[in-house]
Nanobody
Framework: QVQLVESGGGLVQAGGSLRLSCAAS????????MGWYRQAPGKQRELVAS???????NYADSVKGRFTISRDNAKNTVYLQMNSLKPEDTAVYYC???????????????WGQGTQVTVSS
């Protein structure tokens, strides 16, 4: 069993900051990419940021310069520091991890339950 548990969402005014955390636990042999996605009402889920086990990052154009993704491999935890938040950042944010549950299995995607981020204008 693998679990991804997110924390850190909430309500913040425009221009404010929030930090999301996501810890992966359970039967984990290796984690490749960890990332954050978001889904606003009526919209498709989209990639916000991702980071490889080696620290290579990728960001959506809409968050570049405002959000920073980081990772603690020893703790199987990924973070998303969100600064200069805008109302259009309002969404449910989901943690994602591409991992192997054991040495004989392939990589597959696991998802957290989602955490609400609301930015008021």
């Amino acid at each position: 069993q693998v679990q991804l548990v997110e924390s850190g969402g909430g309500l913040v005014q425009a221009g404010g900051s929030l930090r999301l955390s996501c810890a992966a636990s359970g039967n984990i042999f290796s984690i490749n990419i960890m990332g954050w996605y978001r889904q606003a009402p009526g919209k498709q889920r989209e990639l916000v940021a991702s980071i490889t086990s080696g620290g290579i990052t990728n960001y959506a154009d809409s968050v570049k310069g405002r959000f920073t993704i980081s990772r603690d491999n020893a703790k199987n935890t990924v973070y998303l520091q969100m600064n200069s938040l805008k109302p259009e950042d309002t969404a449910v944010y989901y943690c994602n991890a591409r991992l192997q549950a054991n040495r004989w299995s392939g990589f597959r995607d696991y998802w957290g339950q989602g955490t609400q981020v609301t930015v008021s204008s």
